[in-house]
């Protein structure tokens, strides 16, 4: 939730307060809505979201790297697993 502050007799609207930190590149923050807005668009900015183009390259990365030949586990893993075995038998 975010803060309001108190309005005043002459205001009919609430402003949000900017919140501390970076502004997105491109936007500006809007006090009414309470979102950074592009400038040009006018588009509501929504933090941790990737760009279509960039959420495809990313699922086409990890799907290159689930069909590669390399194996799951890692070194230590391997020992883990082999001793846990060995204790079963």
Not at 11 to 22: D, M
Not at 76 to 85: D, L, T, V
Request: hydrophobic share 25%; aromatic share 2%.
């Amino acid at each position: 939730r975010r803060p309001r502050l108190s309005m005043s007799s002459s205001s009919a609207v609430a402003l949000i307060p900017k919140p501390r930190g970076g502004v997105p590149r491109g936007h500006e923050w809007d006090g009414v809505r309470g979102a950074y807005v592009h400038k040009e668009t006018g588009a509501v900015h929504v933090k941790g979201t990737r760009s279509a183009a960039s959420a495809a390259q990313q699922k086409e990365r990890k799907d290159e790297r689930d069909r590669s030949d390399r194996p799951q586990a890692s070194g230590s893993q391997k020992r883990n697993q082999a001793q846990a075995e060995a204790r079963k038998a």
